[in-house]
């Protein structure tokens, strides 16, 4: 009778869990939308000024990393809505995170020539800089270890996954700290931790840090049931075959949105056109 009882407390529990899990996987939970090819973001900071509005941003090596900041200039991803952008990079990619910097070079430029263009002649130097800050934000780069090395025998890659998977659980609850070219007096202060969107593209860093984001929804962290919407770009390379994290994604239904570039593979999620410009 005790087994009986504690077969039944066991089956009731897996269930629990399972249903758990399946509950906050994206393609089960429709209850919101990511805020991509839409504005809340920036109807979200017109309401709040005083609310920084963050997304979190996976950059690959090589061409991964030049495709995100390729689609990044793309006007479906109103990079600018967001008051904070945090790019995660792997250990030992210098590449990646050189050419975050330079992407927020360019974007505070571009942030200063408006000021310039808007603000009339009697206008303060400070108000001038208040409103470019506004306008650009700040950002910050976070270093993780590498999901998989080249090269890196399968028994040993389970272990390199997971210290990857416990960093990028730590780095998406603690309020990243600005990086010190882009951080000014004026720029929203991050009320929240949680990025209010995850945009990857590949990477096998991308899949962990959305596992990640999983989890903490998994155990009900604050905020993470309107916070961590996730959207997935297949690599324009992709043109007639998904890659290996595009199927895993599609198939487990990891991320709220999949995005395909090639009109071939619109089976497997929306074909929005070619995103890389």
């Known amino acids: ?26 393609r089960y939970n429709q209850l919101l939308s990511p805020p991509l090819f839409s504005t809340p973001s920036s109807t979200s900071a017109t309401k709040h000024p005083s609310k920084a509005i963050r997304i979190l941003i996976v950059l690959g090596s090589g061409g991964h990393t030049a495709e995100m900041l390729s689609m990044l200039n793309h006007p479906a991803f109103q990079t600018t809505h967001y008051s904070h952008r945090s790019y995660i990079v792997s250990s030992g990619d210098d590449f990646s995170a050189i050419k975050a910097r330079e992407f927020e070079e360019s974007l505070r430029a571009k942030a200063t020539k408006a000021t310039k263009a808007t603000s ?16 650009y934000g700040s950002f910050d780069i976070h270093e993780v270890p590498r999901a998989r090395k080249i090269h ?19 780095y998406l609850c603690s309020t990243p700290s600005p990086s010190p070219s882009s951080s000014n007096k004026s720029s929203p202060s991050l009320r929240t931790t949680l990025p209010a969107l995850i945009l990857t593209n590949g990477p096998a ?7 990640a984001s999983l989890i903490l929804r998994f155990v009900g962290y604050p905020g993470s049931r309107r916070g961590l919407r996730s959207v997935y770009v297949e690599s324009w390379a992709r043109v007639s075959k998904m890659s290996l994290s595009g199927q895993i994604v599609a198939k487990v239904g990891l991320v709220d949105r999949l995005l395909v570039q090639w009109e071939g593979l619109g089976k497997w999620g929306e074909w929005r056109g070619q995103l890389v410009r």
């Open 1 to 26: 009778m005790g087994i009986l009882i504690y077969s039944v407390y066991a089956l009731v529990m897996i269930t629990l869990i399972v249903l758990r899990g399946i509950s906050i996987l994206p």
């Open 120 to 135: 009339n002649e009697n206008d303060e130097k400070s108000a001038a800089d208040h409103h470019r800050d506004q306008t």
């Open 152 to 170: 890196q025998p399968l028994l040993l890659t389970s272990f390199s996954c997971l210290r990857c998977l416990v960093a990028c659980i730590r």
């Open 205 to 211: 860093t991308g899949l962990i840090v959305l596992l």
